[in-house]
């Protein structure tokens, strides 16, 4: 089978099942695009019947994240129209690749880093969706993070892709940082300054662009590391979907949640609230370059186990 006659066979079978899935919903397209629409999905109504009609398929960030919506719109399993789409043949728009955070010497610093472990600089591969847990202990500091990313190659073939762990103006051991799915750790590094770890995840099969593949790695932190109240993700190029899920333990719920973004257009801080809920998460489509995080704080800064209610 021909490349082309691939992608066509995947484009009627994902029309067939979208049209099938409108259908049981009892929508139309019109009504569909107006939801989409309120969600903030700029996606056209004639690229909707498109991709009914199985004249086009969905390709590029923006696409990917509409799909997305479409699934929950129509009480779908996520992923479910995404996996009918096969490989495509184009990585779709990649934007520029840049340093997430602006900090010169933390960036020299991970430079450094990548030629340590054997890398190359800028990272040749992005994270198309990212979804970051991070649990938080009863003395409320971080304990606890796993992130699972669909990783694509955007040019040439990827073998390998480093994680880094960065603490900008604080110097600490380097954390556990562990590979739980996709490949393993092949090397380590921690820079002498103490605030960039890292280590290289080789995956399970080489990827050649627009290849992808799923990776599952989490952190845990040794005793005399410093506590740390806030955490965060950030990504060097466009990810389609960006979520960083912080869940607290019950008894260290703060008494402030700060939301942090900063892209190349600047900083923005947001006050959240738990609203009875334990947990805090924040979902961004099309994000990046930039980082997504989140930071917390108790009364007087004081340790949450030592408060009693009413103090």
């Not at 899935?21 to 999905?41: K, P, V, Y």
């Not at 990917?64 to 129209?81: F, K, R, V, W, Y």
């Amino acid at each position: 089978m021909s490349m082309e006659s691939g992608i066509r066979r995947y484009a009627d079978v994902f029309a067939a099942s979208f049209r099938d899935a409108i259908n049981a919903r009892g929508l139309t397209l019109a009504r569909l695009h107006e939801q989409l629409r309120a969600r903030g999905n700029s996606v056209s109504m004639a690229t909707l019947s498109y991709w009914r009609s199985g004249a086009r398929r969905p390709e590029g960030a923006q696409s990917m994240a509409a799909l997305g919506d479409i699934e929950q719109l129509l009480h779908l399993e996520p992923g479910s129209l995404t996996a009918l789409l096969g490989t495509t043949n184009r990585t779709g728009p990649l934007g520029p690749n840049l340093f997430p955070l602006d900090e010169q010497e933390l960036e020299e610093a991970v430079k450094q880093a990548f030629a340590a472990l054997g890398a190359e600089y800028p990272d040749t591969s992005r994270e198309l969706t990212t979804h970051s847990v991070t649990d938080v202990d009863a003395a409320g500091n971080v304990s606890y993070s796993i992130t699972r990313s669909i990783v694509q190659s955007t040019v040439g073939t990827v073998a390998s892709i480093p994680f880094l762990e960065m603490t900008p103006g604080i110097s600490t051991p380097a954390p556990f940082i562990e590979a739980v799915a996709g490949g393993r750790i092949s090397a380590r590094y921690s820079h002498p300054n103490g605030e960039v770890h890292g280590v290289l995840f080789e995956l399970d099969v080489p990827l050649t662009a627009p290849g992808t593949a799923m990776v599952e790695w989490s952190v845990a932190y040794p005793p005399d590391y410093p506590p740390q109240r806030e955490t965060g993700h950030a990504v060097a190029r466009q990810c389609r979907e960006l979520l960083v899920w912080t869940r607290f333990h019950p008894d260290a719920l703060p008494d402030r949640i700060e939301e942090r973004v900063e892209t190349p257009d600047g900083s923005k801080l947001t006050e959240l609230s738990l609203e009875g809920r334990t947990s805090v998460h924040q979902v961004r489509r099309a994000f990046g370059p930039g980082l997504l995080g989140v930071a917390w704080s108790y009364a007087d800064g004081a340790d949450p186990r030592h408060l009693t209610p009413g103090t």
